[in-house]
């Protein structure tokens, strides 16, 4: 696991949802995944091109998870998954990703952004844009779990 992938997305990770969401994040270790299915309930799913490196990121969060960082972004209550919530994990995963990009290209990794696509369900798969080995990095906060995977070749 390469740190020079893996460090910038935990910064931008805690970063986004601490200032956006105003909720405290602890950070799992992170691993190799095992399988292709979301981790939660509701997944994003989002390409990294660049000259010389291509990745492929997704953001998984449980319900809870996502209903309290929405209720949080948004001060309004939700209860349920639906197409508002939809479109707030996608403009999580533009911040986060947006976020690490400029932290990448500090370090001399460049890229380009996709827009997101929402997969909602858990045990759908993660069609990763990118082979190789994804790397897992778990998250939680009070309400539930999220999860970041990241792929690059």
């Not at 935990?10 to 970063?15: F, K, P, R």
């Not at 992170?30 to 490196?53: F, R």
């Not at 911040?95 to 827009?115: C, H, P, R, V, W």
């Not at 858990?122 to 009070?142: C, E, N, W, Y």
């Amino acid at each position: 696991m390469n740190s020079q992938y893996i460090n910038p997305l935990l910064t931008a990770t805690v970063n986004v949802l601490t200032t956006m969401a105003m909720v405290e994040v602890k950070v799992g270790k992170p691993s190799l995944k095992e399988g292709t299915n979301c981790l939660g309930d509701i997944t994003s799913v989002i390409d990294l091109k660049g000259e010389k490196h291509h990745g492929s990121l997704a953001i998984s969060f449980s319900q809870a998870a996502i209903l309290n960082i929405a209720s949080n972004m948004l001060g309004e209550s939700f209860d349920t998954i639906d197409e508002a919530i939809a479109d707030v994990v996608g403009e999580i995963t533009n911040m986060i990703t947006g976020n690490a990009k400029q932290i990448y290209s500090e370090g001399g990794l460049d890229f380009a952004l996709a827009t997101p696509k929402t997969l909602i369900g858990k045990d759908t798969p993660v069609a990763h844009t990118v082979t190789g080995a994804t790397i897992l990095m778990p998250f939680s906060t009070d309400a539930g779990e999220f999860y970041v995977e990241v792929c690059f070749n």
